[in-house]
């Protein structure tokens, strides 16, 4: 089970990573380019969600493109989910509650690389390789 906090650290463990308020949550930035942010659901959210609205933390991340949100929604729909706020965007919610440290560090450096630019990219892994 990961927290509000874990995800915080593990962003700003990334390289050029700045970490701003904005309309009252939390975000993670790479250069500029939002890549993580808390996610309090909204009154729409919920309505969409119904029952399966969850009730704990909630962090919105950033995907390559359709595909990969569809794969993960499809994969662990008890961790990733959407609200009709994202469609046709590339991002997905995650339930901090049912993701474990591996994993969601795992989803935010893949975020993180979508949206650093180029040389950074190759600089984190080429040290990763190392």
Same mark, same amino acid.
Do not use: C, N, Y
């Given at each position: 089970?990961?927290?509000?906090?874990?995800?915080?650290?593990?962003?700003?463990?990334?390289?050029?990573?700045?970490?701003?308020?904005?309309?009252?949550?939390?975000?993670?930035?790479?250069?500029?380019?939002?890549?993580?942010?808390?996610?309090?659901?909204?009154?729409?959210?919920?309505?969409?969600?119904?029952?399966?609205?969850?009730?704990?933390?909630?962090?919105?991340?950033?995907?390559?493109?359709?595909?990969?949100? !569809? $794969?993960?929604?499809?994969? &662990?729909?008890?961790?990733?989910? %959407?609200?009709?706020?994202? =469609?046709?965007? *590339? @991002?997905? /919610?995650?339930?901090? !509650? $049912?993701?474990?440290?591996? &994993?969601?560090?795992?989803?935010? %450096?893949?975020?993180?690389? =979508?949206?650093? *630019? @180029?040389? /950074?990219?190759e600089e984190l892994l080429r040290s990763r390789q190392a």
């Amino acid at each position: 089970m990961a927290t509000l906090e874990d995800a915080r650290r593990i962003a700003l463990a990334l390289p050029a990573t700045s970490e701003k308020v904005s309309w009252g949550s939390l975000h993670w930035r790479v250069r500029d380019r939002g890549f993580a942010w808390e996610r309090p659901l909204r009154r729409a959210d919920l309505a969409a969600l119904g029952d399966a609205a969850p009730t704990g933390e909630v962090l919105g991340v950033r995907v390559a493109d359709e595909g990969e949100k !569809e $794969a993960l929604l499809a994969a &662990e729909p008890d961790v990733f989910f %959407t609200v009709p706020h994202f =469609d046709g965007w *590339p @991002a997905v /919610l995650v339930r901090l !509650e $049912a993701i474990g440290l591996d &994993e969601l560090t795992e989803v935010i %450096t893949d975020a993180w690389l =979508d949206r650093a *630019p @180029a040389r /950074l990219r190759e600089e984190l892994l080429r040290s990763r390789q190392a």
